[in-house]
């Protein structure tokens, strides 16, 4: 393994997808001297980031993720822009996951020139492929691609974990199943800058329009999370390739209105300031459980809490006061 960062730094300036592809590598890495040298890279790198529109996609079971991504990817090259799709999928140890899957099902996007598909590390917490994931985007960044797309194959946080980390987030549902507004949660409504209806094609044309005037409605009852934006409920077909232009227009609106205002900026300001405060708990976390009286302390006292001889509270005190010494 090449050691010195200038190495990776100028493979990925140069936009040499190998070079890129080690440099993730490297950043996905749980090895102590890996997270160092790939630490140096990002930090070189920034000065190279910022200019991508970064859009967050997540989408209830059935909604057609992958053929949509591998549609609007593929008209987005169309246009000259340069696109990466990545994942976050703290799932996939237990389930397998589906973005390999999901890979193989983009043939058209994986085999273009102007795309980058990088699966998420398997088997990593939300918290840590959150990181690799964030980390993996300014590298792409910097690799000049313009347009990132970071999808969520997991479930539950997630999606707030993507929304924390992009400009614009869009929510794809599908219209048909039943009970449209059960199917998704409030939490993620309020973080949506865009809900599409795929499928929007054959029969299904009509029951899509309605699932958005539902939704339409249903954000109408909740606060934006913007003052300077209202979500926009749109309809579209991935297999037919309509309503993908309306939706990029959109994005590209929302983009004009927060950096015209300011908030933009802002919102990324914070999203760093976010990541460091993250990155400060997870570290003092990992520094807490391997402190050697900890780390001795701990099995015993679990067991005693375990067998009702102490309270969680107290074992929790007792272990704080170990770092008093």
């Given at each position: 393994?090449?050691?010195?960062?200038?190495?990776?730094?100028?493979?990925?300036?140069?936009?040499?997808?190998?070079?890129?592809?080690?440099?993730?590598?490297?950043?996905?890495s749980?090895?102590?001297?890996?997270?160092?040298?790939?630490?140096?890279?990002?930090?070189?790198?920034?000065?190279?980031?910022?200019?991508?529109?970064?859009?967050?996609?997540?989408?209830?079971?059935?909604?057609?993720?992958?053929?949509?991504?591998?549609?609007?990817?593929?008209?987005?090259?169309?246009?000259?822009?340069?696109?990466?799709?990545?994942?976050?999928?703290?799932s996939?140890?237990?389930?397998?996951?589906?973005?390999?899957?999901?890979?193989?099902?983009?043939?058209?996007?994986?085999?273009?020139?102007?795309?980058?598909?990088?699966?998420s590390p398997?088997?990593?917490?939300?918290?840590g492929?959150?990181?690799?994931?964030?980390?993996?985007?300014?590298?792409c960044?910097?690799?000049?691609?313009?347009?990132?797309?970071?999808?969520?194959?997991?479930?539950?946080?997630?999606e707030?974990?993507?929304?924390?980390?992009?400009?614009?987030?869009?929510v794809?549902?599908?219209?048909?199943?039943?009970?449209?507004?059960?199917?998704?949660?409030?939490?993620?409504?309020?973080?949506?800058?865009?809900?599409?209806?795929?499928?929007?094609?054959?029969?299904?044309?009509?029951r899509?329009?309605?699932?958005?005037?539902?939704?339409?409605?249903?954000?109408?009852?909740?606060?934006p999370?913007?003052s300077?934006?209202s979500?926009?409920?749109?309809?579209?077909?991935?297999?037919?390739?309509?309503?993908?232009?309306?939706?990029?227009e959109?994005?590209?609106?929302?983009?004009?209105?927060?950096?015209?205002?300011?908030?933009l900026?802002?919102?990324?300001?914070?999203?760093?300031?976010?990541w460091?405060?993250?990155?400060?708990?997870?570290?003092?976390?990992s520094?807490?459980?391997?402190?050697?009286?900890?780390?001795?302390?701990?099995?015993?006292?679990?067991?005693?809490?375990?067998?009702?001889?102490?309270?969680?509270?107290?074992?929790?005190?007792?272990?704080?006061?170990?770092?008093?010494?």
């Amino acid at each position: 393994m090449q050691k010195d960062p200038h190495y990776y730094i100028q493979g990925v300036l140069d936009a040499n997808r190998l070079m890129l592809s080690r440099t993730i590598t490297l950043i996905e890495s749980a090895l102590p001297e890996h997270q160092e040298l790939a630490g140096r890279i990002i930090e070189q790198l920034l000065p190279h980031t910022g200019n991508a529109v970064r859009l967050g996609i997540t989408g209830v079971p059935g909604a057609g993720k992958s053929t949509f991504i591998e549609s609007f990817g593929t008209m987005l090259t169309g246009l000259g822009h340069r696109v990466a799709v990545l994942a976050i999928d703290p799932s996939s140890a237990r389930s397998g996951g589906s973005v390999l899957g999901d890979k193989t099902r983009m043939l058209e996007l994986s085999v273009n020139s102007n795309a980058f598909i990088r699966p998420s590390p398997s088997g990593g917490t939300l918290g840590g492929v959150a990181r690799k994931t964030r980390e993996t985007m300014l590298a792409c960044e910097a690799a000049g691609f313009d347009v990132i797309i970071i999808e969520t194959v997991g479930v539950g946080q997630s999606e707030t974990a993507v929304a924390s980390m992009v400009d614009f987030f869009l929510v794809l549902m599908i219209a048909g199943a039943g009970d449209e507004l059960q199917g998704i949660k409030k939490g993620i409504l309020e973080v949506a800058d865009s809900i599409v209806i795929n499928k929007a094609d054959g029969d299904n044309v009509s029951r899509a329009e309605r699932a958005r005037r539902e939704y339409e409605t249903a954000l109408h009852i909740l606060t934006p999370a913007s003052s300077n934006w209202s979500p926009q409920v749109m309809t579209c077909s991935s297999v037919d390739r309509t309503g993908l232009t309306e939706i990029w227009e959109t994005v590209n609106n929302h983009r004009a209105a927060l950096t015209a205002s300011g908030e933009l900026d802002a919102k990324r300001r914070k999203q760093a300031l976010d990541w460091m405060h993250f990155l400060l708990e997870e570290g003092l976390k990992s520094w807490f459980y391997h402190h050697p009286d900890i780390e001795s302390h701990l099995p015993e006292l679990i067991r005693d809490i375990q067998d009702q001889k102490l309270s969680p509270t107290a074992a929790a005190g007792q272990l704080l006061g170990f770092l008093e010494k």
